[in-house]
T-cell receptor, first 109, second 114 residues
Framework: GQNIDQPTEMTATEGAIVQINCTYQ??????LFWYQQHAGEAPTFLSY????GLEEKGRFSSFLSRSKGYSYLLLKELQMKDSASYLC??????????FGAGTTVTVRA | IAGITQAPTSQILAAGRRMTLRCTQD?????MYWYRQDLGLGLRLIHY???????GKGEVPDGYSVSRANTDDFPLTLASAVPSQTSVYFC?????????????FGPGTRLTVL
C-alpha cells in the first residue's frame, strides 16, 4: 500500500513564507503532485515533480528527493487567498494516484 | 465551457436505494476517475478508466460500479447505498492514458445516506 504523510494544519502571517512537507512510502514512483483545495471546492493542480530538485512557479515552488521519499511545497509572499488545503499526491508504480490527508494552511493578517 | 460537470450537486438518499452520480467532460481526455473525500482521510480512488470501454478498480471499489461507454461520460453507481458511503464524490479526468499528467477535477457531489 501507499503511505503519505503531511502535517494536518499550519498557520502563517500574510507576506510570510510557509513550507509544507510531505513524506511518502510507496510501491514504485512515477511522480508527485501538489494540489490546492479551497473549502467546498474541487482540488486544482499546483505542481508536478518526477525528477529530484526544485520546480519554481511564481510564488509557489515544489521540491523532490526520491531517495529520501520527501517533497515540500513552498509558498512565498503569502496572501489571504492562499488559505486552503494543500494535497500531496504520489503516482505509484501502478500508475494510480494516492493522496495524503492534506494540510490546511491558514493565513492571518 | 470546457471542463468537467457533475450531477447532482448534492443528494440525500435513504439506505438501500440505488443512486447514479453523473460525470461528463468535454476535454476529450482519455482517462477518468472517481474519488471520495472524507475528513481526515483525503481523496481515495474508487474506480478509474484509462480509455472508453475499459475500467479498473481503485483503492475502495466495494459497493460501487462504473461504466465508460464513450469518452465523455463516466457514471458512478451505488447499487444499494449504505450510510458509510456518505461522502463528497469527485470526478476527474486526465489527457494521458497512463495517468502521468495533471488530473482536472469536477465540482463534486455531496452525498448523504441516511
Amino acid at each position: 500500500g501507499q503511505n503519505i504523510d503531511q502535517p494536518t494544519e499550519m498557520t502563517a502571517t500574510e507576506g510570510a513564507i510557509v513550507q509544507i512537507n510531505c513524506t511518502y512510502q510507496t510501491s514504485g514512483f512515477n511522480g508527485l503532485f501538489w494540489y490546492q483545495q479551497h473549502a467546498g471546492e474541487a482540488p486544482t493542480f499546483l505542481s508536478y515533480n518526477v525528477l529530484d530538485g526544485l520546480e519554481e512557479k511564481g510564488r509557489f515552488s515544489s521540491f523532490l528527493s526520491r531517495s529520501k521519499g520527501y517533497s515540500y511545497l513552498l509558498l512565498k509572499e503569502l496572501q489571504m487567498k492562499d488559505s486552503a488545503s494543500y494535497l500531496c499526491a504520489v503516482l505509484g508504480g501502478d500508475y494510480k494516484l494516492s493522496f495524503g490527508a492534506g494540510t490546511t494552511v491558514t493565513v492571518r493578517a | 465551457i470546457a471542463g468537467i460537470t457533475q450531477a447532482p450537486t448534492s443528494q440525500i438518499l435513504a439506505a438501500g436505494r440505488r443512486m447514479t452520480l453523473r460525470c461528463t467532460q468535454d476535454m476529450r481526455h482519455n482517462a477518468m476517475y472517481w474519488y471520495r473525500q472524507d475528513l481526515g482521510l483525503g481523496l481515495r480512488l474508487i474506480h478509474y478508466s484509462n480509455t472508453a470501454g475499459t475500467t479498473g478498480k481503485g483503492e475502495v471499489p466495494d459497493g460501487y460500479s462504473v461504466s465508460r461507454a464513450n469518452t465523455d461520460d463516466f457514471p458512478l453507481t451505488l447499487a444499494s447505498a449504505v450510510p458509510s458511503q456518505t461522502s463528497v464524490y469527485f470526478c476527474a479526468s486526465s489527457a494521458q492514458r497512463d495517468h502521468t499528467d495533471t488530473q482536472y477535477f469536477g465540482p463534486g457531489t455531496r452525498l448523504t445516506v441516511l
